[in-house]
């Protein structure tokens, strides 16, 4: 969902003044008394950089229209939100940067899936260098892979902000949250880095079209892609309906206690509940929506399929989840990360298509809304909050509003 590398630290060059603050017993490293590039290096060629800051112990990481907070856990060693990781790090000898790791817990228990990370002091002085004159803005058409016959399967959207570029892509089952970045010439690169993913995006601009592209997600997977001008697709209401019978009404998880067990959904009051897992971003994005609609007159409750399926290590994941994003209500384990486990889960559901689904229950009528998008999505997601609303106001038509 989202630099230096080929086309430099573009990001960095926007600058950050921050005030500057006191040393804290427990913390050896100085703070930053102006702003920070947090470069994440994902091979010898691509770097992704980010404008940060670090206050009273605490990092700041500015990922596009949200600030990622990282609390330390020790001198070395700093929480990151929503999705468990942490970034390690060591003063280096001179100077006031740091140099060290960002480890994906969630991705790999053990600790050893590992990207390089630094963190350089930004001067006081530091000014936008880069003109924002032809930088970009509309919607692309795009293809990934080297099989480029087929029709898009994604769109990019691009907005010039200042001198530098905010965009996101949509899929038909959500959104790569997030990017930002800049033009340099005719040399694209946008990023994103929100805890559970570090995305990188380079291209070329040739005749209004992006080409010779490449995706990096962190440092274990590559792809090339490729995009077209195009015209955005319909915002078409994702939601069906069923009719079920009592008895199916029904979804099958694990407790506590590591037994199977089966929940009735039949209610005399509407019931709310998500599909999701807790190394997905979209979840937490749909997540973060339930919270603010939260209505004491329905019930709410989610479901959560993660790759980590012991019961006991599973729950305390969950607890940790549920009360970073506030959540009010339970969440349970339905199984193994993978749709197919969470269609088996729900008898009345004969596929799962993404990751978040939220199902709006009255009785036996059911309302399946399948993906989501999020905030980096703008009008999109004013119009996905408006569809939970109306679902939770009661209403119920599959008219596109």
């Known amino acids: 969902m989202h630099c230096a590398g080929k086309g430099g630290a573009f990001l960095g060059l926007l600058g950050l003044v921050v005030s500057g603050c006191g040393d804290l017993p427990h913390s050896p490293q100085p703070p930053f008394s102006h702003g920070a590039n947090v470069e994440f ?8 950089s980010f404008l940060g800051s670090q206050k009273d112990a605490v990092w700041s990481l500015y990922n596009g229209d949200e600030v990622l907070t990282l609390t330390p856990l020790n001198d070395s060693t700093w929480r990151v939100p929503v999705f468990n990781g942490s970034w390690r790090l060591q003063k280096e000898r001179r100077g006031d940067s740091y140099r060290g790791y ?15 990370l630094r963190v350089l002091p930004t001067p006081a002085n530091q000014q936008a260098t880069i003109e924002p004159q032809g930088l970009p803005s509309g919607t692309w058409d795009v293809w ?56 990188v995006f380079t291209a070329s601009l ?47 998880i694990v407790d506590r206690a590591g037994k199977s067990n089966s929940i009735s959904l039949r ?29 004491p007159q329905a019930r709410f409750l989610s479901v959560a399929f993660e790759r980590d399926t012991n019961p006991i290590s599973s729950y305390e994941r969950l607890d940790v989840f549920a009360d970073e994003l506030n959540v009010d209500w339970d969440i349970f384990l339905g199984g193994k990360a993978s749709k197919k486990s969470a269609a088996d889960a729900f008898p ?21 809304h399948s993906g989501f998008n999020g905030p980096a999505t703008g009008e999109r997601y004013i119009m996905e909050k408006k569809r939970f609303q109306d679902q939770l106001n009661g209403f119920t038509s599959l008219e596109n509003r």
């Open 348 to 368: 009345f559901l004969d596929h799962v298509v993404s990751f978040p689904t939220t199902l709006f229950i009255r009785g036996n009528d059911v309302m399946v």
């Open 41 to 48: 290096m994902l091979n010898d060629s691509v770097t992704a």
């Open 206 to 252: 040739q005749d209004g079209s992006w080409v010779d592209g490449h995706f990096y997600s962190g440092n274990h997977y590559h792809t090339t892609w490729r995009a077209a001008y195009g015209s955005p697709t319909p915002d078409e209401n994702p939601m069906r309906s069923l009719v079920v019978p009592d008895e199916d009404l029904r979804v099958s």
């Open 267 to 295: 209610s005399d009051s509407l019931v709310v509940l998500d599909i999701l897992g807790t190394w997905c971003p979209n979840c937490m994005d749909e997540v973060r929506l339930l919270h603010e609609l939260y209505s």
């Open 102 to 116: 960002w480890v994906d817990s969630l991705r790999n228990p053990s600790g050893s899936y590992r990207v390089p």
């Open 144 to 199: 990934f892979g080297v099989d480029s016959s087929a029709s898009p399967g994604s769109q990019l959207d691009i907005t010039a902000a200042g001198s530098a570029l905010r965009a996101t892509i949509r899929t038909p089952t959500g959104d790569y949250r997030y990017l930002t970045g800049n033009l340099v010439g005719n040399a694209l690169q946008l990023q994103t880095f929100d805890g559970a993913h570090l995305f």
